[in-house]
């Protein structure tokens, strides 16, 4: 017979054997529960990525801006790039000039004589800068831009002014609708006037020339002369001009956007 000692020895290790069992089933998972995290695909397909939180968000439209309009006016085609003008130009429009004032005189019996200056002169374009955005005239581009913006809040605000109207007198929707849009286009252009390189000393082997702009904003003739601005470098040699990849002329071509910026923001708002 098998001694008490070695029979409570089995039973022992029966109950260890039971329990182990227990354990193993308890661990397995239960193939009828709901997966915690994410099922895996089936053989040979890709992993399903779970879809990224997104939060809708509505698209907000662009405020509507009112932008100057530029006008080439009284000048011809030509304006629109950087001209140079240089002695021999002077020295050509001088011949033609004195043969003329000698015609005036004759007819006019001595009067009548004309003089003209340097600035008025066409000259030549760069074909450095032919397309380059630097040479183009900034009335076109960077000015237009910048008061685009004064533009844009006048109007704004003539908008604003004129919807409140409306609500209170009477408007029908339409009516009140059409009050608060915005002007696209504003009354007043923009004109160009210089913008050249002009030689500084007609006499002399110097090589100075300064930069010039200038631009009106306003037809003449309504009742009031158009706001002008006007701005001049300092003379600088024309190979200064050229180094760095025409870096003065960069800087300087700034220095008149924002001279003209200034000048011609400070037009009265009734005038725009």
Known sequence: M??????RAALHACGL??????????????ASAPLARTAEAPVGEAPVAEAPVTTSTATVPAAPQTRVL????????????????????TVGRVAGQVALNVAF????GGAGVQGFSKDDLGGTTLAALQDDP??????????TDTLSKVATDIYRKRAAAAHALALTDGSTPEEIADAAKVQAQADTPLLPGPWHLVYENLLGSDELFRLKFGAQLGRA???????????????VAWAQWQADDWQHLRQERAKAVAACTAALSATPEKFW
């Open 221 to 235: 003739g309504f009742m009031r002369p158009p706001a002008e601005c006007f701005y001049q470098s300092e003379p």
């Open 2 to 7: 098998i001694s008490n000692k070695k029979h």
């Open 105 to 108: 005189a004759v007819l006019a």
């Open 134 to 143: 630097l040479g183009v005239n900034p009335a076109i581009s960077d000015l």
């Open 70 to 89: 530029f006008k080439l006016g009284v000048y011809k085609p030509g304006i629109e790039k950087l001209r140079v003008v240089r002695r021999e130009d």
């Open 17 to 30: 054997a039971l329990a182990a069992l227990g354990f193993v089933a308890h661990a397995e998972p239960d």
